[in-house]
């Protein structure tokens, strides 16, 4: 009965320290205070906003109850430049995905074991994993959707380096490939067409080549692209030809994705043991064994008891 009670007035006091923290963020409004102190009227005409821009405007000053740790900022900016969200309020609808997730999953979590009959604590254990789940949940979904990302530029690499190989070769510069690159895989591969675009706008904003480059291998953070990257430095700085370099790697990654493919077909055998053995050998048995285990019971133990 204790637990009960405690569980209850826990319950009770967040929601109302919830609800007043989001009433007094949002639907108390400075403009009626100054309008009664100044006497005048301060007029406003707003446009109506589309559902999800007024979704992420919650989450936005949702996020803005949070403490901003500089540091933590700093990881999880990087982990949202990865995952392709690079607008400035990204890490806002973040930090308010955070609160409402948090908030939201501990009620619904009570809705579901209200009417339990499991014991107290465990009703309070499974409110607190669900709270930390909600508040924890929205960096996975970061860390996966960089992770889904970094993917697509793996898998769209190899033919953007074999088009670069063509462009270079048939006469245009390093930018001039970038940019055409960027042109032509935007429908195949739109993640590393992306990734080329940027690079070509710093580029032409003034900035240097090495350091364009280099910012293009600290975004996406995918080592064949660092690999790529500083192929591209090197044969700058040296003097080296840009179209030999480019083929040189282009033909390292053809052996390296080869000697990928050999690995993991080398590792099959052994990643079927565990299948092979829980799913397949047990109804092998059945039908081998089966009829010969069925007779034995039928025939030979009758034999045996009868003499």
Same mark, same amino acid.
């Given at each position: 009965?204790?637990?009960?009670?405690?569980?209850?007035?826990?319950?009770?006091?967040?929601?109302?320290?919830?609800?007043?923290?989001?009433?007094?963020?949002?639907?108390?409004?400075?403009?009626?205070?100054?309008?009664?102190?100044?006497?005048?009227?301060?007029?406003?005409?707003?446009?109506?906003?589309?559902?999800?821009?007024?979704?992420?405007?919650?989450?936005?000053?949702?996020?803005?109850?949070?403490?901003?740790?500089?540091?933590?900022?700093?990881?999880?900016?990087?982990?949202?430049?990865?995952?392709?969200?690079?607008?400035?309020?990204?890490?806002?609808?973040?930090?308010?995905?955070?609160?409402?997730?948090?908030?939201?999953?501990?009620?619904?979590?009570?809705?579901?074991?209200?009417?339990?009959?499991?014991?107290?604590?465990?009703?309070?254990?499974?409110?607190?994993?669900?709270?930390?789940?909600?508040?924890?949940?929205?960096?996975?979904?970061?860390?996966? $959707?960089?992770?889904? =990302?970094?993917?697509?530029? +793996?898998?769209?690499?190899?033919? &953007?380096?074999? !088009?670069? #190989?063509?462009? /270079?070769?048939?006469?245009?510069?390093?930018?001039?490939?970038?940019?055409?690159?960027?042109?032509?895989?935007?429908?195949?591969?739109?993640?590393?067409?992306?990734?080329?675009?940027?690079?070509?706008?710093?580029?032409?904003?003034?900035?240097?080549?090495?350091?364009?480059?280099?910012?293009?291998?600290?975004?996406?953070?995918?080592?064949?692209?660092?690999?790529?990257?500083?192929?591209?430095?090197?044969?700058?700085?040296?003097?080296?030809?840009?179209?030999?370099?480019?083929?040189?790697? $282009?033909?390292?990654? =053809?052996?390296?994705?080869? +000697?990928?493919?050999?690995?993991? &077909?080398?590792? !099959?055998? #052994?990643?079927? /043991?565990?299948?092979?053995?829980?799913?397949?050998?047990?109804?092998?048995?059945?039908?081998?064994?089966?009829?010969?285990?069925?007779?034995?019971?039928?025939?030979?133990?009758?034999?045996?008891?009868?003499?």
């Amino acid at each position: 009965m204790t637990w009960t009670v405690l569980f209850s007035f826990l319950l009770f006091l967040g929601i109302v320290i919830g609800f007043t923290v989001i009433g007094l963020r949002f639907w108390i409004k400075p403009k009626e205070a100054i309008e009664r102190v100044s006497g005048v009227t301060l007029e406003t005409h707003e446009q109506p906003a589309h559902p999800s821009l007024v979704f992420r405007d919650m989450l936005e000053r949702l996020g803005a109850i949070l403490p901003e740790n500089p540091k933590d900022m700093t990881v999880m900016q990087r982990k949202l430049v990865r995952a392709g969200y690079r607008k400035d309020n990204a890490i806002k609808v973040v930090y308010g995905s955070k609160v409402a997730c948090a908030v939201l999953f501990p009620v619904l979590m009570t809705l579901a074991v209200s009417h339990s009959t499991a014991e107290p604590a465990n009703k309070l254990m499974g409110i607190i994993a669900s709270a930390a789940a909600g508040f924890f949940g929205p960096n996975e979904w970061v860390k996966r $959707a960089g992770a889904r =990302r970094q993917k697509g530029i +793996q898998k769209g690499l190899s033919n &953007a380096l074999d !088009l670069m #190989v063509v462009c /270079v070769e048939s006469g245009l510069g390093l930018d001039q490939a970038i940019m055409q690159v960027a042109k032509d895989l935007e429908t195949a591969h739109p993640e590393i067409s992306e990734e080329f675009a940027l690079v070509n706008m710093e580029i032409k904003a003034g900035k240097r080549r090495i350091d364009a480059l280099r910012n293009l291998a600290d975004r996406t953070g995918v080592s064949d692209l660092k690999k790529l990257v500083a192929v591209l430095i090197q044969a700058d700085r040296f003097g080296t030809g840009i179209a030999q370099s480019l083929r040189g790697h $282009a033909e390292f990654m =053809r052996v390296q994705a080869r +000697q990928i493919a050999e690995e993991k &077909a080398a590792k !099959l055998g #052994v990643k079927l /043991v565990f299948p092979i053995f829980f799913c397949i050998l047990p109804s092998l048995f059945v039908v081998t064994v089966g009829p010969v285990a069925m007779k034995i019971i039928r025939e030979l133990i009758p034999m045996m008891q009868s003499i």
